[in-house]
């Protein structure tokens, strides 16, 4: 079972340039979730999204754009990289923002702005 | 003030020790709570659901008080294993799931 991919899953960019992190779940999750991890700062919600069309802003969105145009993908697209965007980015998918149910995550994304 | 705060830790213990773990939450209209392991340069993975009434999974106990918003995570006999971060998240119905930091558990022989 797949469940929640991601890709890449290494990139180094340089500042300015701009990218897409793919993020793909075959489990049809209605939520879908973008975070990045800083070392030693938890998980900060970037976008999330309910259902495909639907997309909202999390904590941190400065700097990121998000589409939802089915189910199954939730990219997260990077313009004008900057180096304060160096990271590790983890998607997520759950069935529903209801009660108790589990987020499942992708493996991460492992970002360097150089 | 951050939705979800936990103490980061670490917390160094050793084998067969009992660590506990809190976790406190601003929004009072928080519905779910959960715990993540989260292993080094892995994704998270969910621990435990926690529950209204608690629940137990083994050697983990999770306790949720709503009159003073904090959940809690009980770890008794720490293995070695059990060395990760772990991170408490929560959410209302219909919005995302909210991360606290994390902390850190370090277990020793």
């Known amino acids: 079972n797949a469940g929640v991919t991601q890709t890449p899953k290494f990139r180094i960019l340089k500042i300015g340039q701009s990218m897409t992190l793919q993020c793909t779940q075959d489990?049809?999750?209605?939520?879908m979730y973008w975070y990045r991890q800083d070392p030693g700062m938890g998980l900060k919600l970037i976008y999330y999204?309910?259902?495909?069309?639907?997309?909202d802003k999390g904590e941190v969105p400065n700097g990121y754009n998000v589409s939802r145009s089915t189910t199954e993908d939730f990219p997260l697209r990077l313009e004008l990289a900057a180096p304060s965007q160096t990271s590790v980015y983890f998607c997520?998918?759950?069935?529903?923002?209801?009660?108790?149910?589990?987020?499942?995550f992708g493996q991460g994304t492992r970002l360097t702005v150089v | 003030r951050k939705e979800v705060e936990q103490d980061p830790g670490p917390f160094n213990v050793p084998e067969g020790a009992t660590v506990a773990f809190n976790c406190t939450y601003s929004?009072?209209?928080?519905?779910?709570f959960f715990w993540y392991r989260q292993d080094c340069r892995k994704e998270p993975k969910l621990l435990m659901s926690v529950y209204s009434s608690g629940n137990e999974d083994g050697r983990f106990t999770a306790q949720l008080n709503r009159a003073s918003q904090y959940i809690s995570l009980l770890i008794r006999d720490s293995k070695l294993s059990d060395s990760a971060t772990y991170l408490c998240?929560?959410?209302?119905?219909?919005?995302?799931?909210?991360f606290g930091k994390g902390t850190t558990l370090s277990v020793s022989s």
């Open positions: 999204s309910v259902g495909a069309g639907i997309t």
């Open positions: 998240g929560s959410n209302q119905a219909g919005t995302a799931l909210i």
């Open positions: 997520a998918s759950s069935y529903s923002g209801g009660l108790n149910t589990e987020a499942f």
């Open positions: 489990m049809n999750h209605n939520y």
């Open positions: 929004n009072s209209a928080s519905q779910s």
